[in-house]
């Protein structure tokens, strides 16, 4: 007798959506990941708005993709990208004095955010039990016995008709605007808990042609401090290109007129930023971008889950995304979802959002702590809270005498290491006495 086939639906085909039907292509005899964008194109989407500025892919996020697409990096790099030692390539700035550089290990993949999409959406559609198909909105789920059976999708554009997608699995991917809670509510489901923590992050970007800064570093970062409460991030990407991105909070806007960009970008004397604004040819307008708050949707302590349906990447935690961790946490939750899948479809929910909390909670409390840092912030500052913030405002002044430190700091930030070894003893006695 043959065994029966099982297939799977991703909602959403963003790198989350990518990351997850990489995963279950393992467990699956067919996979169908579903978009609302033509997914046949390259560049931005519509559907990504945020593609359109800096993204970073960090150390840990790199090395997950190339264990799960090998030779990601290489063939990224033949197509422009680069890859830079995080602390020796970048001059790293929480106010005006850089961090000390050196060497480490930290290897991170400067690329636009629509070409690392457009190469992961290639090598996806190329495995063969995966489908791509774009232009389709979800509407709903199907739910028969405890148990999501499907989804029920619908073409965007005049006369579409509702279908209706059987699978054993839909995985909704689809961003911090998914309506995954509706959906559930709408079955007889209590909807998570939701954290949010509302910093008012305003980004414009711009882009420019790319050439070789005094003394050969390869991009800047300025950290959003208390004190120093905006930020700019400099980076290289495929096509000779410099995507700077300005970062404010709440009220402090970053200018999207020429001389205003200009003006917010050099607030800090750091001259190699005043080199790209001010000598380098730009190639777009700068452009906006709004991220009214970080959310964190708690599926992992709901009592009574249905099978067949799990929620992936933003649609669990959408973070504040200066802090750049939404890519590696994706990759890392497509790790624990392929781990959570080898026990089978039964009880697969509560395996995976325990597992994925796990993945979770140290970037969320990071990026929380850090943003309860600055007063206009909402929020509860536990005592927890107020260390944290206290400890890394040392940490970040004994990181700009100290290489040791400002590795170990990169480490953390890179997923690399717990937070736990920014306390080690050679860390900690340079960080009391700064």
């Not at 380098?280 to 971008?289: A, C, D, H, K, V």
């Amino acid at each position: 007798m043959s065994r029966a086939t099982t297939s799977a639906v991703v909602l959403g085909a963003s790198i989350a959506g990518l990351l997850a039907a990489r995963a279950l292509s393992e467990t699956f005899d067919t996979v169908t990941v579903l978009d609302r964008d033509d997914l046949t194109g390259s560049g931005a989407r519509k559907g990504v708005p945020q593609g359109r500025h800096a993204h970073m892919l960090f150390a840990r996020g790199r090395e997950i993709l190339e264990e799960l697409f090998p030779g990601l990096t290489d063939e990224l790099v033949a197509a422009g990208a680069l890859t830079v030692d995080i602390h020796a390539g970048f001059a790293w700035h929480n106010g005006p004095a850089p961090m000390a550089r050196a060497a480490s290990d930290l290897v991170v993949l400067a690329v636009s955010r629509p070409a690392l999409e457009d190469y992961l959406r290639a090598r996806v559609g190329k495995l063969p039990n995966v489908r791509l198909r774009g232009g389709l909105e979800a509407t709903g789920l199907l739910h028969e016995a405890g148990t999501v059976t499907g989804a029920r999708v619908v073409p965007l554009g005049p006369g579409g008709a509702t279908e209706a997608l059987p699978a054993d699995l839909v995985v909704d991917a689809t961003g911090r605007g998914n309506r995954g809670p509706t959906w559930l509510a709408e079955l007889g489901y209590a909807p998570p808990e939701q954290d949010s923590v509302m910093a008012g992050v305003v980004y414009a970007t711009r882009e420019y042609e790319r050439a070789p800064l005094p003394g050969g570093t390869l991009g800047v970062l300025t950290g959003v401090t208390p004190r120093y409460p905006f930020g700019a991030a400099l980076l290289p990407m495929e096509g000779d290109r410099w995507i700077l991105t300005l970062a404010g909070l709440g009220d402090d806007v970053p200018p999207t007129d020429e001389e205003g960009f200009a003006a917010y970008a050099t607030r800090l004397p750091i001259a190699d930023l005043a080199e790209v604004v001010h000598r380098s040819r730009p190639l777009t307008p700068p452009r906006p971008f709004r991220v009214p708050a970080s959310v964190r949707r708690r599926y992992e302590r709901i009592g009574r889950h249905p099978e067949g349906f799990v929620a992936f990447g933003d649609a669990i935690c959408a973070f504040n995304p200066i802090y750049g961790q939404g890519m590696t946490v994706a990759a890392l939750e497509a790790l624990e979802l392929r781990a959570a899948l080898r026990d089978g479809l039964a009880g697969l929910p509560r395996r995976f959002y325990a597992r994925a909390s796990t993945v979770i909670d140290t970037p969320w409390d990071m990026a929380v702590g850090g943003d309860l840092a600055f007063p206009s912030v909402p929020g509860r500052r536990t005592a927890k809270v107020r260390f944290f913030n206290w400890y890394i405002a040392r940490l970040l002044r004994a990181a700009e005498t100290s290489p040791e430190v400002a590795v170990a700091f990169h480490r953390v930030v890179n997923l690399t290491a717990p937070p736990q070894t920014l306390f080690a003893p050679a860390v900690l006695r340079r960080v009391l006495s700064a």
